[in-house]
Structure formats: structure tokens, C-alpha cells
């Protein structure tokens, strides 16, 4: 059983940054994966970023690449994703999750998520 708490969310301006963070309790936190997602209202949830067990293998949506950073902390059983350079299409509740299928490829699907955390709001305003 993992437990995820999201932080780092509020409202920034267009070209602004935001640094969110997943801190996760429980078992095992370096032998899952981890992911975030985002869901604007609406929307569908979507994926954002992903990165493997040790942090050395990153993934990112294209919407994101080259703006976003995924990073994770095993010893601090954290995960972070740097925002920089926002967009308003970047305001979205931010989930962060942990998979512990194995494959790249399945990351970007939610549905391979065992684990969730509770969200947190990004608001880009113009």
C-alpha cells in the first residue's frame, strides 16, 4: 500500500513556474514508478510526465517536453515535477501516481496506476 499527498499547486501567471510534490508513505516507494497526470474540467485525464524507479529513464507528453522536469527523491520518498515556462492550458487538477507494472510504454495510461493521490489545482492565469 502506498499513500500519495500532493503539494505545490496554486495560481501562477502565464511564463510563471510552480514546483509540485508527491510525497509518498508506505511500502516500497523505489520499486514503483511514478507518473503525474492532469485533469482540466471537462477533460479526460491526461498524461503529463513519468519516470522510472531509480529516476533514470524520464517520459514526458509533448505538450510539456522541454517545460516540464520530473524528478524523484528515493530517500525522501518523493517525486517532483518542475513547471516552467506556463501556459494557460496548463491550469488542471495535478495527480501523482505509482505504477507498479513494468514496461514504459503502459505509463501513459492512467488505467496502470495502482496508486493516486488526491490532486492538487494549477491555475495559470493571462
Known amino acids: 500500500q502506498v499513500q500519495l499527498v500532493e503539494s505545490g499547486g496554486g495560481l501562477v501567471q502565464v511564463g510563471g513556474s510552480l514546483r509540485l510534490s508527491c510525497a509518498a508513505s508506505?511500502?516500497?516507494?523505489?520499486?514503483?514508478?511514478m507518473g503525474w497526470f492532469r485533469q482540466a474540467p471537462g477533460k479526460e485525464r491526461e498524461f503529463v510526465s513519468a519516470?522510472?524507479?531509480?529516476?533514470?529513464?524520464?517520459y514526458y507528453a509533448d505538450s510539456v517536453a522541454g517545460r516540464f522536469t520530473i524528478s524523484r527523491d528515493n530517500a525522501k520518498m518523493t517525486v517532483y515535477l518542475q513547471m516552467n515556462s506556463l501556459k494557460p492550458e496548463d491550469t488542471a487538477v495535478y495527480y501523482c501516481?505509482?505504477?507498479?507494472?513494468?514496461?514504459?510504454?503502459?505509463?501513459?495510461?492512467?488505467?496502470?496506476?495502482?496508486?493516486w493521490g488526491q490532486g492538487t489545482q494549477v491555475t495559470v492565469s493571462s
Open positions: 519516470v522510472n524507479w531509480v529516476g533514470s529513464s524520464k
Open positions: 508506505g511500502r516500497a516507494f523505489s520499486s514503483y514508478a
Open positions: 501516481a505509482a505504477t507498479s507494472v513494468f514496461g514504459a510504454t503502459m505509463w501513459t495510461d492512467p488505467l496502470h496506476y495502482e496508486y
